[in-house]
């Protein structure tokens, strides 16, 4: 028997800068309209940046954020045919992916996908997703990247499940 690391991969598409603009401006004013039922840290998180409301695993947001405007109904054709090409290159390869409508990854600069490891017990491995826009406003060029962070601390100290392998 050899240990292993189980995980789930999740996917969403945040569309382009202009749709999670859109999005942001509508959850904003959702999110101000239920202000009284948020946490503290989501309250802060209201003015700052309203997106990373979602990420909230406070059980007093849980049912503010399960009525949230969500990110689809944001997305221009151009970004949805993207995504779908993107998940048939992962069903087409074997790659197991859940689709999560409220993975936004709350940087600014993320457009398009974005994607999380999570394991069994719900700890974010790490994650990422695409960007157009920092080699532009670092002002280094006109490219697109995309971005990775795994939290070594996580996947470290998890405990590794044994398999017949």
Do not use: C
């Not at 997106?51 to 689809?72: E, F, G, W, Y």
């Not at 490219?143 to 398999?163: I, W």
């Amino acid at each position: 028997m050899s240990p292993t690391l189980t995980f789930t991969l999740e996917i969403n598409t945040i569309g382009s800068i202009d749709d999670r603009e859109l999005y942001s401006k509508e959850l904003y004013t959702y999110f101000k309209t239920h202000e009284n039922h948020l946490s503290d840290k989501s309250r802060e998180k209201l003015e700052l940046n309203t997106l990373r409301i979602l990420d909230s695993n406070n059980s007093l947001d849980s049912k503010v954020i399960q009525d949230a405007p969500v990110i689809s109904n944001f997305i221009n054709d151009i970004s949805s045919q993207k995504y779908e090409s993107i998940k048939s290159l992962l069903s087409n390869n074997n790659i197991n992916f859940k689709e999560n409508t409220r993975l936004v990854r709350g940087l600014d600069y993320y457009n398009d996908l974005t994607f999380e490891f999570i394991n069994d017990d719900g700890v974010v491995l790490g994650g990422g997703g695409r960007y157009d826009r920092p080699a532009e406003i670092l002002n280094i060029g006109l490219f697109n990247g995309v971005g990775v962070r795994m939290d070594v601390e996580a996947v470290y100290v998890l405990p590794l499940k044994e398999t017949d392998n």
